[in-house]
């Protein structure tokens, strides 16, 4: 595979530190072994075979979380966690329809705190992402990496060829029921709002997921998440938790309307300034508008997040790499909100409304 080509730019028209970066489906390419096999000369198969071979350490360690429940060697905190795991999950298959599988029914305790890198790559005087395609999943905008060192080089490539380039921690996966998905140790360091929203976001991905369509599926993924986490919590009387996850995405809706607002300036700037001679200009105006996001951050946007550290809205990377890559997260959720109360806040109906009426 060549080094990936900006795509055109995303149509982002339309309706948090929190997204949920392992659901870009770095695993999933492990069910195209056969395609890993017959391309393994070429970067792709290289890439595939080595992602294969993480994959498989992290499935040859895997215990089922049943036993560690029972085992009286398990610490408390670990246990409750790991009992919330196992419930979560048949909430999601019985109450919110998602097909659970054997996703979720083992765990996986890791040697470090960072279970994936996930890079992103934009083009810096437009907001045209960079792309990867792979099989099964389609052209994505994001490639993930097992190992720090290669995907630091493959940052640094994406930078000397004047991309802005974005590489972060990932503590979760899916692979859209290919293999028995299991928890792993980066996820349970989590609340338990958050194991329970990661668990859903993930089980999700087993309902539906669009080839090709990584901001539909990824923030589909995100309102079934949050909101299916709350309606769990209610089922069992636990207000503390049901708030949390619900105040959790509201700050997700704020942050995804004003990188709505950050990405229609910034298309505006662009478009003012066309072709190879207005570049210089575009990266001009990029500075200004960026600046402005900075203002508005901290003056309107931040004072309003319950659920974000203090330095938040001050310290946030801002550039078209990390801005394309939140939205990926955050697209549209007002609009998945809106179903959800023209559905009576019934979760299971508003998946099923949200995936029929996708064209």
């Avoid at 960072?114 to 052209?139: I, K, N, Y």
């Avoid at 921690?169 to 990661?198: C, E, I, K, W």
């Avoid at 668990?199 to 539909?216: I, Q, S, W």
């Amino acid at each position: 595979m060549a080094l990936a080509r900006p795509a055109k730019p995303l149509p982002l028209k339309g309706a948090a530190v929190r997204l949920r970066w392992g659901s870009v489906g770095v695993a999933l390419l492990l069910a195209c072994g056969g395609f890993a096999l017959l391309t393994a000369g070429t970067r792709t198969g290289r890439y595939l075979m080595r992602a294969a071979w993480a994959e498989g350490k992290i499935l040859r360690q895997r215990r089922p979380i049943s036993d560690l429940v029972r085992d009286s060697t398990t610490n408390a905190v670990t246990r409750g966690k790991l009992q919330l795991v196992l419930e979560v999950r048949a909430f999601a298959r019985d109450s919110l329809g998602l097909p659970t599988k054997d996703a979720f029914t083992q765990y996986t305790q890791l040697k470090s705190d960072t279970l994936v890198l996930v890079l992103s790559g934009a083009a810096r005087d437009t907001l045209a992402p960079v792309t990867w395609w792979f099989p099964v999943v389609g052209r994505v905008p994001y490639k993930g990496f097992f190992d720090v060192k290669q995907a630091v080089r493959e940052e640094a490539r994406l930078r000397a060829k004047g991309f802005d380039a974005y590489l972060r921690p990932a503590p979760a996966f899916s692979t859209l029921g290919f293999f028995n998905d299991p928890l792993l140790s980066t996820t349970l360091s989590a609340d338990s709002a958050d194991v329970a929203n990661t668990v859903v976001h993930e089980l999700t991905h087993n309902r539906y997921y669009a080839r090709g369509a990584a901001e539909f599926n990824e923030s589909f993924a995100s309102f079934v998440g949050a909101r299916g986490a709350a309606a769990y919590f209610r089922s069992r009387g636990d207000r503390v938790n049901a708030q949390r996850c619900e105040q959790r995405w509201e700050d997700q809706k704020r942050l995804g309307a004003f990188w709505m607002l950050l990405t229609d300036s910034l298309e505006a700037a662009y478009a003012a300034h066309p072709g190879a001679a207005g570049k210089a200009a575009r990266l001009t105006a990029r500075d200004r508008v960026y600046a402005w996001g900075r203002r508005e951050l901290v003056d309107s946007v931040g004072p309003r997040l319950t659920t974000y550290p203090d330095w938040y809205a001050q310290r946030v990377r801002l550039d078209n790499a990390t801005l394309l890559a939140r939205r990926v997260y955050m697209t549209d959720l007002a609009k998945f909100d809106a179903v959800w109360e023209r559905e009576g806040r019934d979760v299971a109906r508003t998946i099923t409304r949200v995936i029929a009426e996708r064209p």
